[in-house]
DNA sequence: CCGGATCCTCTGCGATACTG
DNA sequence: CAGTATCGCAGAGGATCCGG
């Protein structure tokens, strides 16, 4: 198996916890979110792993982050990229192939997932 | 977050060492193959886990086993149903994608890249 | 307020040996 | 041949405390 594989990678961090959570958190309504906006709309997740996933994303130039120094304490917004605007797309490419083939549902009441209300 | 939601449970198991290789590998050539025909097509899988990921993908319905009684040793054969072969196309988005983007790189050498050799 | 550092648990994966 | 059983490790993830 080759590690390097393109697919394989992008596997790899899709399948981590919290990662398309994350993503869709920050492509709904308010591009720019910040640390304890995003946490707030999460429950269970702990500061230790968003910031995993946030470092993670940037360091794959999904997720963008910009501090604002001006103020104290200094404030965090984190925003998609061009390049991870364009995932959505591929998610919802999976989204779409789950429901063609009642993988799962789509919960009914859309307010619930998190994932799904794209 | 919603532990039903399409997305995250697709997600979850795409993410597993080996699943998308052994998808891949029953997508190439011979529809159908054996358990140790898959087996030796990869080096450093373990038993466990090529058993492991076959019955989760069986579960899901992207792969469907087949038994031949009628000999000794009882051979078995897998193979894609039709989900697993429209999944296929889901794998191509991610493809695209990271291509698109430069993350990672498409080994130049497709042999040893069981992944992008579509 | 935004995280970093620590400690702990739990499970995914691998190695090896064994069985119908 | 097609797996299962057992062991062990490393890393993911959670809880909690600490610092700028």
Redesign the pocket.
Known sequence: MNEDCVIYKIAGFIG???TIPIILELYKKKPKK???EI?KNFS??????L??RL?ELEKNGLVKKEMDISSV????YYSLTERGLDFIRVINQIKKWGLKWNYGRCSSNAKSCKNCDL
Chains 1, 2 share one sequence.
């Open positions: 981590k916890k919290w910040r640390y304890s946490k269970g997740i702990t500061p230790k792993i910031s995993m470092k304490p200094v404030k965090c």
